[in-house]
Structures are given as C-alpha cells and as structure tokens.
C-alpha cells in the first residue's frame, strides 16, 4: 500500500500508542523502555526503507534539546552543588580516559586505525541524558548518586560531541591544528556555559513579567528558549547541549509563573520525541547487518561495561568523596543512549570509510547496555546497599489555571525541618493580606487547611496570593515572623 498522507499520519499515531504502550510492559519488566523503541524501529524496518542519516541526526538533536531540557528542569540545585565537581570530572575527564580506553580496544577488535579507533571511543565515551533520566527517574537510589549520574549525563555530551568532531577533522586533515582544537574546546565550554546562564536568567525574566492571554503558552514560550539557547549558542561555535542544560537547570530552579504547566508540557513532550526518536533510530539500522559484527560488538560492550567506564570512573573520582562501593554503581549505570547513535551518525554523513561499521557496532553497543546494565542497576544498588528502599512520587500538583488575565497566583512552599514554621498553627503565621492557604500535602494525603491546624516538617502548602507576594509568604517559613496568642 502506498504511503498517503494519511497512512503517514496513521503510521505515526500507531508509534505512539506502541511507545506508550511498551513502557508500561518495560517497567513490568525492569528494562528500560529505550529497548523496546529501539525493538519497534527495527521490526518496522523490515517493511520500512529507511536510510537517511541526515534526518536522523536533525530529528535526533532536536530530541536531545527537549529531553535536556526535561531533565535540567527537573535537577535541583540543592541537590546539585554536593556532587558538582565529581560530575563535572566524569564529565570531562572521565570521558577521556573512557574514550582512549575503548578506542584502543577498538583499533584491534574492529582492525581499524589509531584515529578510527578513537572515532569509535569518543562516540561510546559519553553517557547518554535520555537513557540516565528514563532509568533512574523509576529508581530510588542514593540522592548523591543519582544527582551525579545525572549531572554528568547532562554535561558529558559536549565534551563527546567535541572528540567526534575533532577526531573526524584529524581523518580528513591530518595537518589541523591541535592547538587550534584545544582553543576551541575551551571556547565551546566556556560560551556554553555563559549562553545558558545569560538566556536562563532572560527566560525566568520574560516568562514571569510577561502576561499572555492563554495559561497554555507559557510552556511553548519555555520550549522556544530551549530551542533559541542550542541554535543560538551553536551559530556562535558554542556548545549547545551544555546551554540548554545549564539554561534548564536556572529555569528548573526559579520561581516560575504556572510552573506546573511548563513542567508537565515538557515531561510529556520529552517522552513523545523519546519515543519517536528511538524508533527512527531502530529503523536506520538493518538487523541482518548486525549479525556480522556480533563477536565485535559484544566484545566492545562487555570491555566498555567492565573496563573502560570503571577506569574513567576510579580515576576521575580518585580524590572525590566516594567509596568504592559508590565508584562501582557510578561505573555500572554509565547507560549509553541516544547520543551514540547520534554521533554515529557524523562519520555516515562525513563519508568516513567505516562509518557504516561504526553505526552497526555502535547500535549494538547501545543496545547491549540498555539491556543488561538498564535492567540491573536496581539490583546491583540493593546488593551494594545504595537503595532507599521503594521510591515515592507524591501524585500531587495545584496551579491557578486561567484562560485570561489574573493578578494573583499559587505559590509553592516546602516546609523543611529547620523551618521556622516546623511546628507552628496557621494561625500564627503573619501571612499577607488577601493570601489564603488553600491546600496542605501530608504524606501523599490533601489536608484541609483551618486555622489550628499544625505544620509539620515536610508538607507542601499551596498559598493563593497576589503577584508580586512571592518573597514575603516565602520568607515567613525561613524567618521567626509569627503572631503570639494573647495569654
């Protein structure tokens, strides 16, 4: 049957019942939904011929920028600025180390040259942002673990991109500069890091001053600063991936106008360009091509899993604050994704003479570890004693929501156990005029507010108040500000 518009159309609902669909199945299962996706693209390219690695790579960037942007929205810099240095260590040397460890295991297996084989390690070296945020997020692990993971998977693929880039530049010319390359490095970090604190604090700053006649834009006005912060950053030589994560983490942090609204669009949106991406993945690879690089492939994974990445992990980490039990599970959950595959993509569209070979065993690669290192990472963290125990989500989200113009709006308050409210009656609060607490969360439960009822360390209060009110309702719960009962 010829493809219409609307069998494309149909085809394209299809892959999204089938991708949601399949997580259900893959958290049932304890693999990561990534594989089934990935299972999908390939089962449809037996019906499907596909093979345009140019549109890969665009739809695939694009995905990237959204599911970054997720994933800084959802970091909190509390938990962040513990584990800032070994992330960024792992992110930077860490990558290095793994690049040059595999890449040279690759120049043997793959019986490729030296710079081949470093092309190999710089796409593998990095860990993927899409397969990280997706595990973990159903995990209950170490706080400081998982903020670790998931920094340095946010912050890893510019330095992955750079060596791809870099090592493909010193194949065709192996004249080029080194010190030019290094200069560049640094100015893509640096310039990626500067665009994103510079358009975080501009987008924080027109989101909430501006007024738009529909609660619904303000999401799309927060996915059009993600966007504009990569091509923006990137038409300066910068890196935008590192922009758009540091812009999300200062967005994520900031008080926001309807930042529900923002934050669930961007979840949901997240999960369809995973989906979709994942699938247009799986079809650019053919299977039967795998089956030839089978002893390859899975000798590259399995060194990367146990070699490699343990190596780039212990020595990157050698005077961080971890035990070795930590080092181990970092090592372990060092998932590869999405951002592989991508970066296979450069050596097709750069005619590189294995680059076909490179997209098979890379694919292989990815695939491998999402199914054996995505399935056991819970596991191993419970055997290391690194679990929390059952992880709880509170299923619990208010927001004014209004289809016009309105002063007033709901603020979010987490009553922490050093609070100066810990303790006290509503009634004693000195709260603004024209404020109301309209809700309290205990323990996944709504309580009705009144004004004998007692605040405990841990409940979330949501405070109806006039715009502009913000600072004042907050600072009551960090300040001794409270109405004593006459006697």
């Known amino acids: 049957m010829p493809f219409t518009i609307d069998n494309t159309i149909l085809l394209f609902s299809l892959l999204l019942f089938i991708g949601v669909f399949t997580t259900k199945f893959s958290s049932r299962l304890g693999l990561p939904s990534l594989v089934f996706f990935i299972a999908v693209g390939m089962i449809l390219s037996k019906f499907i011929y596909y093979d345009n690695a140019v549109i890969t790579q665009l739809f695939g960037i694009m995905a990237l920028i959204v599911i970054l942007f997720e994933g800084g929205l959802q970091t909190k810099w509390q938990n962040v600025r513990g584990v800032l240095a070994p992330s960024l260590s792992l992110a930077t040397l860490g990558v290095v180390l793994t690049t040059l460890v595999i890449g040279a295991c690759a120049k043997y297996i793959l019986d490729v040259t030296w710079l081949e084989g470093m092309l190999f390690g710089s796409i593998v070296g990095s860990t993927d942002a899409a397969a990280v945020f997706a595990v973990l997020g159903e995990k209950n692990i170490k706080q400081k673990l998982t903020s670790t993971l998931e920094v340095e998977s946010g912050s890893n693929d510019p330095m992955a991109v750079f060596l791809t880039v870099s090592v493909i530049q010193l194949i065709q010319s192996p004249n080029a500069s080194m010190f030019t390359m290094i200069l560049s490095f640094f100015w893509q970090m640096g310039l990626g890091l500067a665009m994103g604190l510079l358009l975080g604090k501009i987008a924080v700053w027109c989101i909430n001053k501006i007024n738009l006649d529909s609660s619904g834009l303000y999401p799309v006005l927060a996915m059009a600063f993600a966007i ?116 296979a993509t450069y050596p097709l569209i750069a005619s590189v003479e294995d680059g076909h070979l490179f997209f098979n065993v890379v694919f292989f690669v990815v695939l491998t570890s999402a199914l054996i290192q995505g399935a056991t990472i819970s596991p191993l963290a419970n055997l290391l004693g690194l679990s929390e125990g059952k992880k709880t989500i509170v299923p619990h989200a208010l927001e004014l929501v209004s289809m016009g113009k309105t002063n007033h709006e709901i603020v979010e308050i987490q009553v922490s156990e050093n609070s100066a409210a810990d303790g006290q ?32 360390a841990g409940d979330t209060l949501y405070v109806l108040a006039r715009k502009g009110q913000t600072d004042e309702i907050k600072a009551l719960f960090h300040e001794q500000v409270f109405l004593q009962e006459s006697s």
């Open 228 to 343: 504009f912060t990569y091509s923006s950053t990137s038409l300066l030589k910068g890196s935008g991936l590192l922009a758009v994560y540091v812009m999300a983490m200062w967005v994520g942090n900031a008080d926001l106008t309807y930042r529900h609204s923002i934050f669930r669009f961007n979840e949901g949106f997240a999960w369809m360009m995973q989906i979709l991406m994942f699938i247009l993945l799986g079809l650019l690879v053919f299977p039967a091509d795998l089956i030839h690089i089978i002893w390859q492939g899975m000798a590259l994974s399995i060194l990367l899993m146990f070699v490699a990445r343990p190596i780039g992990v212990f020595l990157s980490t050698m005077f961080m604050k971890f035990n070795v039990k930590e080092k181990l599970l970092i090592s372990w959950a060092g998932l590869r994704g999405a951002v592989p595959i991508v970066l």
């Open 425 to 456: 009656e509503l009634r004693q609060l000195k709260m603004p005029q024209d404020s109301l607490v309209n809700a309290i969360i205990r323990d996944q439960k709504m309580i009705t507010p009144r004004g004998h009822t007692r605040l405990q």
